[in-house]
């Protein structure tokens, strides 16, 4: 079974940093696209950027030059570094890996976690 474990979430004040891992089951991480979203309370959820199985990352408008993505296939983690945060980044924070395993293709989220940014 597939599984996607965030952390690293917290309270930071505007223009703080703050680095969310993922953690994933088996050898997924190396393997698929690893994508970061982000809802904020009473909006729908947003892309906020992707790390692909050969290390290329792409990333919202809204945060291109201020996060980071990396990935550690030893660990089967992803991170999400944040810095130069804003009030507007507050939200909660998915990881989400869409597998194809035994000719179907899986969408595993993980159970998110809370990112609050004080002006």
């Known amino acids: 079974q597939v599984q996607l474990v965030e952390s690293g979430g917290g309270s930071v004040q505007a223009g703080g940093s703050l680095r969310l891992s993922c953690a994933a089951s088996?050898?997924?991480?190396?393997?698929?696209?690893i994508t970061w979203y982000r809802q904020a309370s009473g909006k729908q959820r947003e892309l906020v950027g992707y790390i692909m199985a050969g290390g290329n990352t792409n990333f919202a408008d809204s945060v291109k030059g201020r996060f980071t993505i990396s990935r550690d296939n030893a660990k089967n983690t992803v991170y999400l570094q944040m810095n130069s945060l804003k009030p507007e980044d507050k939200g909660v924070y998915y990881c989400?890996?869409?597998?194809?395993?035994?000719?179907?293709?899986?969408?595993?989220w993980g159970q998110g976690t809370l990112v609050t940014v004080s002006s």
């Open positions: 088996g050898t997924i991480v190396s393997l698929n696209v």
């Open positions: 989400n890996v869409r597998p194809l395993l035994g000719g179907t293709r899986l969408d595993v």
